[in-house]
């Protein structure tokens, strides 16, 4: 039998549930193979800047123009396939005249994409279709391992302080992102009156920062792996079912405000323009992978106990 994880489907699992699942991994793997096409063929762009010939460097150019289209073509697919969840998440939160998490999400994707096939269509300024394929990719990588915390605590029995963190989370979430969309709009501003060739840069790097995948998950992903943790040891807890409960909420504090600080500490980074869209997509995987390994903790912690405890048990 597999050892239960941190992300091991239910035992409940409905066949929306298993829909969902294949569906989100069918984006992800998709999204992923795109961007690693798209990051190849963003490459020439990397090498503009640098000293050559002119004949070389016209040939350079060229490279460039037709990559980029090539680019455009290959995110083509992900915005419309891959990204399809975020259209649809920002479109019913919009509908209902509210600010859900998927709105900024779309504003960033927007704001990095179009700019890109303007100046793909004029063959003038800058690209960002890497940066674009880097934030859809790890979003929905970020989001997988989100719902299937969420798939593996739905329908257990939660404590009352479990109800109390996940409302906290999502209240602290819903804030964060309207502060970021805030910061994003003023800065942006800011630099389009000061350096506009550096406003959508900027902008795109703070809008993708604002996506809060690492705190949506931070108490999913603990009490997930409290649940791995009982299903693994059965009724011998280690330690009590109180010190696990203990552990567990420590750590949903631990993956909610760290995410929180570390979402805090980059921004004004990103709004003196010292973070590239795509480095911001690369800290935003970052922190939701963080969240991810240190709920996992428990899970080793709890494990090695209950391998100690049977060790101890059996006779010599």
């Keep these: 039998m597999r050892t239960p994880s941190l992300f091991t489907p ?30 190849m063929l963003a490459f020439p762009g990397y090498l503009r800047h640098g000293a050559r010939a002119p004949e070389a460097q016209q040939s350079l150019e060229q490279a460039i123009v037709l990559m980029n289209w090539l680019s455009l073509i290959l995110c083509v697919p992900l915005i419309l396939y891959c990204a399809w969840p ?18 900024p999400v779309a504003l960033g994707i927007l704001a990095a994409f179009v700019p890109s096939v303007v100046a793909t269509w004029r063959d003038a300024g800058e690209v960002y279709f890497d940066s674009v394929s880097m934030f859809v990719a790890f979003l929905l990588t970020a989001r997988f391992l989100e719902t299937c915390a969420r798939q593996a605590v739905n329908g257990q029995p939660h404590e009352s302080w479990d109800a109390v963190l996940l409302h906290s989370a999502d209240r602290l979430a819903f804030w964060f992102v309207c502060v970021q969309i805030l910061l994003a709009i003023m800065v ?129």
């Design 188 to 316: 942006g501003l800011y630099w389009w009156a000061v350096q506009p060739g550096q406003a959508v840069a900027v902008t795109v790097a703070l809008l993708v920062m604002s996506c809060p995948c690492a705190m949506s998950m931070s108490v999913p992903s603990a009490l997930a792996a409290r649940h791995a943790v009982r299903l693994r040891a059965g009724a011998a807890v280690p330690g009590g079912s109180a010190s696990l409960d203990k552990a567990t909420r420590r750590i949903a504090r631990q993956n909610l405000y760290g995410s929180l600080a570390w979402h805090l500490l980059m921004a004004p980074l990103a709004a003196i323009g010292w973070v590239q869209p795509w480095v911001a997509a690369l800290t935003m995987l970052f922190s939701s992978l963080a969240v991810a390994a240190n709920a996992w903790r428990l899970t080793r912690r709890a494990g090695d106990g209950v391998a100690s405890g049977r060790g101890a048990a059996q006779p010599a």
């Design 10 to 39: 239910p035992p409940n699992m409905t066949d929306a549930m298993r829909r969902t699942r294949r569906h989100m991994l069918a984006r992800t793997g998709l999204a992923w193979l795109v961007m690693m096409q798209v990051m």
């Design 86 to 103: 975020v259209w649809r998440g920002a479109w019913r939160a919009l509908s209902q005249r509210c600010i859900g998490m998927d709105v």
